[in-house]
């Protein structure tokens, strides 16, 4: 389990990580060398959830919910735009979804 959420962790910051140097590039006209970084950062990306222990659409679900929490935390700390009561329920509730979609025990 702990590898797991260590995959989704990583990924979720590569995917975020990997976009905003697309965003600084594109949108506020920075380096292209950014774009080049956000490739190969969205490259490795591509390649975590392929190590995940369960299926695509479970892995890809379940990493939504990483995503919501991770992009709640990137604005806050990288933007300075502090989430409200209501980014971090709905950031909780995500999370719990994916401890769900994804450790609950099956038979």
Same mark, same amino acid.
């Given at each position: 389990?702990?590898?797991?959420?260590?995959?989704?962790?990583?990924?979720?910051?590569?995917? $975020?990580?990997?976009?905003?140097?697309? &965003?600084?590039?594109? !949108?506020? #006209?920075?380096? *292209?060398?950014?774009? $080049?970084?956000?490739? =190969? =950062?969205?490259t %490795?990306?591509?390649?975590?959830?392929?190590?995940? *222990?369960?299926?695509?659409?479970? +892995?890809? +679900?379940?990493? #939504?919910?990483?995503? $919501?929490?991770?992009? %709640?935390?990137?604005? &806050?700390?990288?933007? #300075?735009? +502090? *989430?409200? !009561?209501?980014? &971090?329920?709905?950031?909780? =509730?995500?999370?719990?979804?994916?401890l769900?979609?994804?450790? +609950?025990? !099956?038979?």
């Amino acid at each position: 389990m702990i590898k797991s959420l260590l995959l989704f962790l990583l990924g979720g910051l590569c995917e $975020i990580g990997g976009g905003y140097l697309f &965003w600084l590039w594109l !949108r506020e #006209g920075k380096s *292209p060398t950014l774009g $080049i970084f956000g490739i =190969i =950062i969205l490259t %490795i990306y591509g390649i975590l959830p392929t190590l995940q *222990p369960v299926s695509f659409g479970r +892995a890809y +679900a379940a990493y #939504g919910g990483v995503f $919501i929490v991770l992009s %709640i935390l990137w604005g &806050w700390i990288v933007d #300075g735009v +502090a *989430p409200d !009561r209501y980014d &971090w329920l709905g950031g909780w =509730i995500a999370l719990l979804g994916v401890l769900v979609i994804m450790y +609950a025990p !099956r038979h």
